[in-house]
């Protein structure tokens, strides 16, 4: 076989490039065709989930003309894609199966990318009537498909990355007040003891430097001698053009053929690059010296205690995590290695790549740390849980006062509510998300008041245990309270914020008149009770007075009030408790009418679908799931248990504020009691409005209200059956107004199928005003 060699000359290889413009004009002439192509590939890859999810119901595949305005470029993700109301304007009309052609053209489909299946599972539970509502994932993203925000979030402070900007921020400033001025002055303190004791004079000049590190150690790099080598740019080595002779056969047949020679040539062609070694790493033998251990015995331990300090309260402050970062890597890596080999450097603005150290920071603070996640743990809730074990620790230790005072131990027992709650949350939604629709249903319908319930039941032993009416008081007014902020609150911030971010935002009306038309049954169905006592029940006045003499001046009497228990004995048992035995009955079973109705026959009022935007299923083995279904189910467990222990040293220690506080016991039964365990439910409906979906932050509070009323009430009234604590349920005249003017209003404002900050900003008013109502309203009866 012959081997031809070829030369180059300049007017070849003009040649070539003016043939390589032709073909690329050529094969690119049409652009609008290359789009069209991959427009209709890309449509004809959707494809949309029907067997898999049988919950979800029948659904039709979108013609391409129609899909092309949502689907505009190619991403292999998971889309679970939903019908709302109220966007007329670039409305899709579909075909309706039942009758409601007008409903479904004012509607439109909002696609929501998920990444996998059991993150669409999530979704389409948040969408189900009587599901909780959840927004965190339930399943690990990959780093690399995050922001570049996320990803410096989960940075281990090792990469010197290229930087814009001064490093002299309010947040590096502050990092001086809080940590540096102290941890620098510790390593100055030690500076002189290691020199004193002569061996350790090494370990003396790095506690000098370091306590120059951090004072300020934004802008520096703290590497290791001989590990990082010189950037430098390589280039190839020149290469050399030996001319050929001409008159040679070869040399002949490639200048007739240079014409038709092709550009890419089918085999590259060598270049060798010569790369420099790194330097051979020399083994550390510090471990062998005695100034080591004279360190160890030293400096190192009172260190130790300074960087974990540090660690922990930047840790507890959340937006300073950097620090604690900072503060780790030093103690564990830093000053265990040989003090020679500690080099700080001041880090180049014009460094155009990335190099690895071993510490680089440049910020102290980044708002954006109330992302972070630990195994998908909200870092509050995480910070949260240690409060929990101390809560226990001094609540049944100190039963004397003898430590902490009764109302501390209150505060710190309600506190250990949130984050209690939010793991029963998460459990919830991950064993929702990786089950079917019936195990999801079952582990809401048991899970998803445990909260309530066992505060509520606690409360009321603790009453019945104590011989007195006030904890009864307090638990219809917590009871009011939860409905009064899942009804108004809840919904009121969620439209102020979103409102502000997305000016004027759309929520399905049709999904939304469901849950008003409950609330309407259930706000009904509660204060039956309450109406039949006013109407049948006997007036009863504390005192009456009237002028001596007299007669014609009527009688004026204080604290009246309407009263079933001073009636006859038979009239009660005859009327009043069946009645409440029937409510307790009939509001179960329209909760159970309102499941049937939203989730099998009208299920198209949300109208779900999920589509695989590969042309396929999603692929159950690419996800990881931060909780497996029995590690969710251990957290539940165990959360519901000290759920009740904390529930128990609340009620236990309320006592004080009930006998001794200026403050009213309604408005502490409808603020602290009724809204600290919604703190979860209220940042995730915050959470889904700043998205822009409304739709499931008003289904956040109306879930909870609509459970409230036709779940948990029931429950307490089937407790009260077995085991009598004197539950009646007649509230007061405060609780029964507030109510029915809460729904009123909230109907009014759902009606439109539109929000913004103004409605919500007349909700939450109308929620002051009512808490203003508590707080100077006297103090009931029994209290």
């Known amino acids: 076989m012959s081997h031809r060699k070829s030369t180059l000359m300049p007017g070849d290889v003009e040649n070539l490039r003016r043939r390589s413009a032709a073909d690329s004009s050529e094969n690119f002439a049409d652009p609008e065709q290359h789009h069209r192509f991959s427009r209709q590939q890309l449509q004809t890859d ?119 900007g001064s490093v002299v921020t309010f947040g590096n400033i502050i990092y001086v007040f809080l940590f540096g001025w102290w941890i620098s002055l510790i390593y100055f ?84 690059i010569p790369v420099p070694e790194p330097p051979a790493r020399k083994i550390s033998k510090h471990w062998c010296r005695i100034s080591t251990y004279v360190w160890l015995l030293l400096g190192y331990p009172v260190l130790a205690v300074v960087h974990c300090l540090a660690c922990v309260l930047s840790w507890l402050l959340v937006f300073t995590i950097p620090v604690a970062k900072m503060n780790a890597r030093t103690l564990t890596t830093v000053l265990l290695m040989a003090p020679e080999d500690i080099q700080i450097h001041r880090v180049e603005k014009t460094r155009a790549c990335e190099t690895r150290v071993i510490l680089c920071c440049y910020q102290a603070c ?101 011989g007195t009416k006030c904890y009864e008081e307090i638990v219809k007014a917590a009871l009011t309270g939860t409905l009064l902020g899942c009804i108004l609150f809840i919904p009121g911030i969620c439209m102020i914020i979103g409102g502000i971010k997305h000016r004027e935002q759309r929520f399905n009306s049709r999904s939304a008149g469901v849950s008003s038309a409950l609330l309407f049954i259930s706000i009904g169905g509660v204060f039956a009770p309450t109406l039949f006592s006013k109407a049948f029940g006997n007036l009863v006045c504390e005192s009456c007075s009237n ?22 004995q038979q009239s009660i048992l005859s009327h009043t408790e069946p009645l409440v035995y029937t409510i307790s009955v009939l509001l179960p079973a329209a909760y159970l009418i309102g499941l049937i109705f939203t989730l099998k026959t009208h299920s198209h009022i949300y109208d779900i679908h999920i589509s695989d935007g590969q042309g396929g299923h999603a692929h159950a083995g690419h996800h990881v799931v931060h909780w497996s279904r029995w590690r969710a189910l251990a957290v539940l467990i165990v959360a519901t248990v000290l759920m009740a222990c904390c529930a128990d040293l609340s009620t236990e220690n309320i006592e004080p504020m009930l006998t001794h ?30 998205q822009n979906n409304i739709s499931l932050s008003l289904e956040v509070g109306s879930c909870i209200a609509v459970q409230v009323c036709m779940i948990q009430i029931p ?69």
């Open 366 to 466: 980044n708002v954006y740390y109330y992302k972070y996640t630990v195994q998908g743990i909200n870092i509050f809730a995480l910070n949260l849980l240690p409060l929990v074990l101390i809560t226990l620790i001094i609540g049944y230790t100190d039963h004397e006062h003898n430590y902490f005072s009764a109302e501390t131990k209150f505060a710190t027992a309600i506190t250990s509510i949130i984050p209690l709650s939010y793991y029963i949350g998460m459990g919830i939604a991950s064993i929702s998300a990786q089950s079917n629709f019936a195990v999801g249903a079952v582990v809401n319908a048991t899970f998803g008041s445990i909260t309530e319930m066992t505060f509520y039941i606690t409360a009321l032993l603790q009453g019945h245990h104590a």
């Open 46 to 164: 959707r494809l949309s989930v029907g067997p898999q999810h049988p919950e979800l119901g029948a659904v039709e595949t979108p013609s391409p003309d129609a899909s092309a305005h949502h689907f505009c470029h190619y991403t292999p993700k998971c889309f679970l894609a939903v019908h709302r109301g109220g966007h007329s304007g670039s409305a899709r009309s579909t075909p309706s199966r039942y009758g409601e052609d007008g409903w479904h053209e004012a509607t439109t489909k909002t696609t929501i990318r998920v990444e996998n299946e059991v993150e669409a599972h999530r979704e389409a539970n948040n969408y189900k009537f009587g599901f909780r509502k959840w927004k965190g994932n339930v399943t690990e993203k990959p780093i690399e498909d995050r922001s570049e925000i996320i990803k410096e979030l989960y940075s281990d402070l090792s990469i010197v990355k290229p930087r814009e």
């Open 547 to 568: 002028s001596p003499g007299n007669a014609s001046i009527s009688f004026i009497c204080k604290d009246c009030h309407y009263d079933t228990g001073q009636t006859e």
């Open 661 to 690: 506080s200026s403050i009213s016991q309604y408005f502490i039964g409808v603020t602290v009691l009724a809204m600290v365990p919604e703190l979860p439910e209220i940042v995730n409906g915050i959470q889904f409005a700043l």
């Open 189 to 272: 303190l030690i500076c002189p003891i290691m020199f004193l004791t002569i061996l350790g004079a090494p370990y003396g000049k790095l506690c000098w430097k370091m306590a120059l590190y951090f004072i300020w150690p934004f802008g520096k790099s703290l590497d290791k001698a001989g590990d990082v080598l010189k950037s430098s740019t390589l280039k190839p080595p020149k290469i050399e053009v030996i001319p050929e002779e001409g008159d040679t056969e070869d040399g002949k047949d490639l200048v007739r053929d240079k014409d038709s020679a092709p550009l890419l040539m089918s085999s590259p062609i060598p270049v060798d």
């Open 715 to 783: 429950l307490l009234i089937l407790f009260n059956a077995f085991y009598d604590v004197g539950f009646v349920l007649v509230f007061s005249d405060i609780h029964l107004w507030a109510s029915i003017f809460s729904v009123i209003l909230v109907n009014y404002i759902f009606m439109d199928g539109k929000c913004d900050y103004f409605q919500g900003t007349a909700l939450v008013v109308v929620y002051l005003i009512l808490l203003a109502l508590y707080f100077f309203a006297p103090s009931p009866r029994s209290c």
